[in-house]
């Protein structure tokens, strides 16, 4: 099982922009596809987005397309999700995954290594 280490979560105003980093070890990712879920207090955890395992093919929730960019590398066992143009309603405890397949999917069943989650929270 892979062990992935979310990073660059924090308190933004609205408007703002934040860059999250997800690490990978144990196993390259290489093969598989990555998603970026959230989860806000009294909620579900959402599909955010999702990247297959050659980056040729993403995905994006409606609520957040035009807005958020999730791209991965690699050669460095890593995927990154650019925030841009954040609203309160973006708050939330980030989470990464990796899929057991070559492709992502939004239901969070299909993943099978998870990170601790990093917290993003927006101010109006």
């Known amino acids: 099982q892979v062990q992935l280490v979310e990073s660059g979560g924090g308190l933004v105003q609205a408007g703002g922009s934040l860059r999250l980093s997800c690490a990978a070890s144990?196993?390259?990712?290489?093969?598989?596809?990555m998603g970026w879920f959230r989860q806000a207090p009294g909620k579900e955890r959402e599909f955010v987005a999702g990247?297959?395992?050659?980056?040729?093919?993403?995905r994006n929730a409606d609520s957040v397309k035009g807005r958020f960019t999730i791209s991965r590398d690699n050669a460095k066992n890593s995927v990154v999700l650019q925030m841009n143009s954040l609203k309160p309603e973006d708050t939330a405890v980030y989470y990464c995954?990796?899929?057991?397949?070559?492709?992502?999917?939004?239901?969070?069943?299909?993943?099978?290594?998870w990170g601790q989650g990093t917290q993003v929270t927006v101010s109006s």
């Open positions: 995954a990796a899929s057991s397949s070559y492709y992502f999917d939004s239901d969070p069943g299909e993943y099978d290594s």
């Open positions: 144990g196993r390259t990712i290489s093969r598989y596809g």
């Open positions: 990247i297959s395992w050659s980056g040729g093919g993403t």
